[in-house]
């Protein structure tokens, strides 16, 4: 298994309160990503990052923020969280590149409950 | 703009039986291609990627799906389900190694004894 920690695991919390995720990889991969997973809605691109300091938005960023100082952490932060973002995280990591193909491997998730 | 349709939220077979689960995608450069796994309270497992060459892809657990550029197609088939297999399955696409995957919204497979 691609080395990928997310934490926490899960957290519930109240609306306004900020939130901050964080995804951590042990391989060294170039690219990052968080994503949500909802009932009916699939996989949706919060943000990525393409290097340390480098970072682009997704499909669904409004409410979202990232920051990668270092190759090996993500963070994703709620500045103030709302009921509509409740939903499980994952963080995804891929090499890039020809060579990689783009296969991203995947963290275990994040449950977070906004109350 | 990629896209990806997965026909059916949910596709219930009997043991034994063949599975197939279908993705169309829309891309206006040749695609990379992916499907992938959840089970239950667990993170996404690739199951099978193309890229180039050989159109007929094969992945783990027995599965495999082919790559029909004429019908933008990308179907993943097992020919003998097994009660392991019930797990929620995602389509993905990807225009370039540089760009992020689009997924489709999946497909939940029940695998009835």
């Known amino acids: 298994d691609a080395g990928i920690t997310q934490s926490p695991r899960h957290k519930v919390t109240e609306t306004g309160t900020p939130v901050t995720l964080r995804c951590h990889q042990t391989?060294?991969?170039?690219?990052m990503y968080w994503y949500r997973q909802d009932p009916g809605h699939g996989l949706r691109l919060i943000h990525y990052?393409?290097?340390?300091?480098?970072?682009d938005k997704g499909e669904v960023s409004d409410g979202y923020s990232v920051s990668r100082s270092k190759t090996e952490d993500f963070l994703l932060t709620l500045e103030s969280a709302t009921s509509s973002q409740t939903s499980v995280y994952f963080c995804a990591i891929s090499r890039g590149g020809l060579a990689g193909g783009n296969e991203q491997f995947f963290g275990p998730g994040t449950r977070l409950t906004v109350l | 703009a990629q896209s990806v349709t997965q026909l059916g939220s949910h596709v219930s077979v009997s043991e034994g039986a063949l599975v197939l689960l279908r993705c169309n995608y829309s891309s206006s450069v040749p695609p990379y291609l992916f499907w992938y796994v959840q089970y239950p309270n667990q993170g996404l497992q690739l199951l099978l990627k193309y890229t180039t060459g050989a159109t007929l892809v094969k992945g783990i657990n027995g599965f495999e799906a082919e790559f029909k550029k004429s019908e933008t197609s990308f179907h993943l088939t097992k020919p003998s389900a097994h009660m392991s297999d019930a797990a929620e399955y995602f389509c993905a696409v990807s225009q370039s190694g540089n760009t992020p995957l689009v997924f489709g919204k999946g497909t939940r497979l029940s695998v009835i004894a």
């Open positions: 990052s393409y290097g340390v300091k480098d970072t």
């Open positions: 391989e060294n991969h170039r690219y």
